[in-house]
Structures are given as structure tokens and as C-alpha cells.
């Protein structure tokens, strides 16, 4: 005769397991990232979405050691990105599920791709995005996005970024040439599955479409890597 499991074991197997929470900006190309390892990894994870100059979530979650999105909270314990480049985040999500999205053997190359896609193109995607998202959003928070932009590049900033936006389009197609000839000769970027940068690319993208105005461009062997990152695993 089959018993229904011990509720002491199963609530002790929820307590050693719980579930994680992503603190993010929906928008965030980093937060992306993240988000889309977890959902294409069938990972249980809840979103907490917090305001653009409200940082008490994560400082509170990290114990002070951290105030920048992506914030994954797992359990009592909560981890940020505190390095350039240093992808906690994802290393930690990586170590946690096994997911060997950072193969030694390939760590240089990686990193040259990562600079290349956090740097380069994350540098014009996101103008783009801003000049559609900041002016949506609610006034106190459109007012600090504002500030900061401006504290960072320059007085109007986000006025001319919308001025030039045909122009920062083009600039972000021609970025992603020497990626879609890359794409050309290999299923993923390095390999014939994805690693940590071929998420990273997908969050520099997802910022960029986030808005729902821009499109994704007409290159061939990108658009075909981007059907199959939106596959599940």
C-alpha cells in the first residue's frame, strides 16, 4: 500500500530548496541575462521589479555589500554583480544548477566576446531603448533616470540620443555583423550550445526590443540564433 510522503521530510526538502528571486528593471540587458537562464533552464524563480533609484531591496538583500540589478536572492543569502565584467550572477546561478556555461577552455574567449557585447554594443542598444522607455515611466522615477543619464553623459543626453535614434539603429546593425558572420559558421557563438555569452548577447538584445518599437535586424544567421535561444532546454 503506497503512504503519501512524510510532510516533515517534504517541508524540510522546501526549506533546504527554496525558490529564488531575481531583483530587477525589466528593461535591464544585465537583468535579461539572468532572467532568461533561469526560464530557459525550466529554473523556479520569482521577479521582484523594483523602481530605478530604489535600491533598498538589494542593499538589505546583500547586506550592504552590494545596489546593483541583477540581484539574485537565494534563500537569506543575496548576490550581485560588484565587479566589472565579474558576472557573480550568472556564475553563481552556473555553480547552483550545473550548467557549465563558463567551460575553462574557453574562459579568454568569452571574456574578449563579453567586453566586446557589454561594451560596444550594450553602449548603443541601450541609448536606443532609453529614448522609448524613460518617458513612459512614472514621474519621480522618468525624473532620476533622467539625472543620472545626465550626470553620466551629458546635459539633454536622452534628447539627442532621440534626435540620432535612426542613426544609433544603424550604428548597433553594423555591431552585429562580425557577430552574425561568427554565427555563420558555428550553431552558437563558440560552440553547438549556449554558453554565458550567447545569454549575454540575448540580454543586449532584449534591451534593445524591450520597448516593443525596434525590430531585430535583418541578419540572417542572428535571426536564426535567436529562434533557437528561445527554445527551452
Known amino acids: ?10 517541508h524540510s526538502f522546501v526549506h533546504i530548496t527554496p525558490m529564488l528571486t531575481l531583483i530587477q528593471f525589466p528593461w535591464s540587458p544585465f537583468c535579461i541575462t539572468i532572467r532568461h537562464i533561469l526560464t530557459r533552464h525550466r529554473i523556479p524563480f520569482r521577479l521582484q521589479n ?8 538589494i542593499i538589505t538583500a546583500t547586506k550592504g555589500q552590494g545596489h546593483t540589478v541583477p540581484c539574485l536572492l ?7 554583480d560588484v565587479t566589472d565584467f565579474g558576472q557573480e550572477v550568472a556564475r553563481y546561478v552556473d555553480r547552483r ?16 566576446l563579453s567586453r566586446y ?13 532609453d529614448t522609448y522607455m524613460i518617458p513612459t515611466r512614472p514621474l519621480i522615477e522618468r525624473t532620476m533616470l533622467v539625472r543620472h543619464k545626465e550626470r553620466k553623459f551629458g546635459s539633454g543626453c536622452v534628447r539627442e540620443w532621440t534626435t540620432h535614434r535612426r542613426y544609433l539603429c544603424a550604428q548597433f546593425v553594423e555591431l552585429l555583423k562580425p557577430i552574425d558572420d561568427m554565427l ?15 545569454y549575454n548577447l540575448y540580454g ?14 535583418n541578419l540572417k544567421h542572428l535571426r536564426r540564433w535567436y529562434q533557437a535561444m528561445n527554445t527551452k532546454q
Open 184 to 198: 555563420a559558421a558555428s550553431p552558437f557563438l563558440l560552440t553547438d550550445r549556449p554558453l554565458f555569452v550567447d
Open 50 to 57: 523594483i523602481a530605478y533609484h530604489d535600491r533598498a531591496p
Open 204 to 217: 543586449v538584445l532584449g534591451n534593445y526590443l524591450f520597448n516593443g518599437k525596434t525590430r531585430l535586424p
Open 1 to 10: 500500500m503506497q503512504t503519501l510522503p512524510d510532510l516533515a521530510v517534504f
Open 97 to 112: 544548477y550545473r550548467l557549465n556555461l563558463f567551460p575553462k577552455n574557453l574562459d579568454g574567449m568569452q571574456l574578449i
Open 74 to 80: 537565494d534563500g537569506k543569502r543575496g548576490i550581485c
Open 117 to 129: 557585447i557589454e561594451t560596444d554594443l550594450e553602449s548603443v542598444g541601450f541609448k536606443v531603448n
